[in-house]
């Protein structure tokens, strides 16, 4: 379809600011900060699916005293003509007829360039007086380089008083560190959209009608980690009597509500390579580039869904991880090691199980086992090991550093390592029986009160 003919094609209802949920929670601490900090060029709310991005702008608009106007972006909009189209109608149902010579050039052949087109509707923008605020919602679906292009001619050389708001599940590819740095961007990520418990014991109690114990409350939000969505999936699970005990912190990725949720709108919208690599990672409490590398693209071919890693790396994954806020955190100010949301990893274990078969989900654990081994990460060696059943190199790494932590007299963790064993593997290991005669020497010899069960 020709951008002209796209153009004429708007559907008004993109055009409205979508209505508040009938049960929300105010967040007066995010729509005053954001109230105070409105005359920037730019206001970027950015997070996973899911954490009230686009409620909590809608909210802040309904407080502010200027003209708003919103657009709810789709795929269909990375026609360049269809966006521009949304995007001048949207500054027209504030202003009116503000912007003839930029919608002009939706009806020329051929079209003029990027900058062109930029520095006109840059002029327009200027000459209208009064503040206002455009939020272009969704903006993450948005992968046309054109589109990129024109939003950063705009931001370049900003109106005075037009302010920008893209709401998106990850960081647009604009120059958003120029303009941190310049104190012209405002961004509203994952932590500040996070529920706090006072906000998520006032939900629970609109969502269920009942108060819920301050001990149930902290259950839920250290497993939910301030995920509004998961908040209220699970007090629809409690409603409906799907897990009766729900409330009380045990919302499980095996719910069908949030299974469903997590599929449509994360794991099914990814490429094959990439959610390859999500479920593969999955085994992982924390994660580095290196040790995703060695997960993803080792030369061992799982069968999976039998994608090609040959254009992909660990570090261009964890990138994308990053830049696709998919519910990953931050374990480190380096941002060297990440980890899942609990809820997310559950739900990838889950898929991974479904997907592969089990003597593949044994192989990465051996490979994660063997990459935290050579990395001097010994406990979470061992736990992989033994994940995978592979109790000869766990045995092997535990008699490997035996000698180093028994001159440390770092008793307590080889007490620890040697509890993860069972005890028909202990009663056939040589190394394992070595080690409780060390153990026992060293409790007789202090005079340790323990009770020893090989002593």
């Known amino acids: 379809m020709p951008d002209k003919e796209i153009a004429n094609a708007l559907i008004q209802t993109k055009l409205n600011r979508p209505p508040l949920p009938l049960v929300m929670v105010h967040r007066p601490r995010l729509t005053k900060w954001l109230k105070q900090r409105q005359n920037r060029p730019l206001i970027l709310v950015t997070a996973p699916a899911g954490y009230g991005k686009s409620t909590l702008i ?66 327009e923008l200027t000459q209208i007086e009064q503040p206002f605020i455009l939020v272009l919602d969704d903006y993450h679906l948005i992968e046309t380089q054109t589109i990129h292009n024109l939003l950063s001619e705009l931001l370049a050389y900003p109106p005075p008083n037009f302010h920008l708001v893209l709401g998106t599940r990850m960081d647009p590819p604009l120059p958003l560190a120029t303009l941190r740095a310049k104190n012209q961007m405002v961004e509203v990520r994952i932590q500040d959209l996070r529920f706090t418990q006072e906000e998520t014991q006032k939900l629970f109690q609109k969502l269920i009608g009942n108060p819920v114990a301050l001990g149930d409350i902290r259950a839920m939000d250290a497993q939910v980690e301030g995920w509004v969505t998961g908040l209220r999936l699970a007090a629809l699970a409690y409603l409906h009597r799907i897990r009766p005990d729900t409330v009380q912190g045990k919302l499980s990725a095996q719910n069908r509500y949030v299974t469903e949720y997590l599929f449509t709108e994360i794991l099914a919208k990814q490429a094959a390579t990439l959610s390859d690599c999500l479920l593969k990672t999955s085994i992982l409490d924390r994660f580095c580039a290196d040790l995703c590398k060695a997960i993803c693209f080792s030369e061992t071919k799982l069968a999976g869904n039998g994608s090609s890693h040959s254009d992909f790396s660990g570090m261009r994954f964890l990138e994308w991880l990053q830049s696709s806020n998919l519910f990953v955190i931050p374990q480190d100010d380096q941002c060297e090691w990440f980890r899942y ?27 994660a086992g063997r990459w935290f081994a050579q990395n001097g990460w010994l406990e979470e060696a061992l736990d992989h090991f033994l994940a995978a059943g592979d109790t000869t190199d766990a045995i092997e790494l535990i008699a490997q550093h035996r000698h180093k932590l028994m001159n440390e007299a770092r008793w307590p963790i080889l007490d620890n390592w040697l509890n993860l064993f069972s005890d028909p593997v202990i009663e056939h290991s040589p190394e394992l029986w070595m080690l409780i005669t060390w153990l026992t020497y060293h409790h007789c010899r202090t005079g340790a009160d323990v009770c020893w069960k090989y002593g």
């Not at 003509?81 to 949207?90: M, R, T």
């Not at 199980?353 to 089990?358: C, G, I």
């Open 58 to 123: 809608s909210c802040w608009l309904s407080s502010v005293d200027c003209p708003t106007a919103w657009v709810s972006l789709d795929e269909h909009d990375n026609q360049f003509g269809s966006f521009l189209g949304y995007f001048l109608a949207a500054i027209e149902t504030i202003f009116p007829n503000s912007v003839p010579e930029t919608r002009a050039f939706l009806t020329v052949t051929p079209q003029p360039s990027i900058t062109a087109i930029g520095h006109t509707l840059i002029n």
């Open 341 to 367: 949301h609990q809820l997310f990893q559950e739900f990838l274990q889950q898929e991974l199980a479904r997907r592969f078969e089990p003597d593949e989900i044994v192989k990465l654990h051996i490979t």
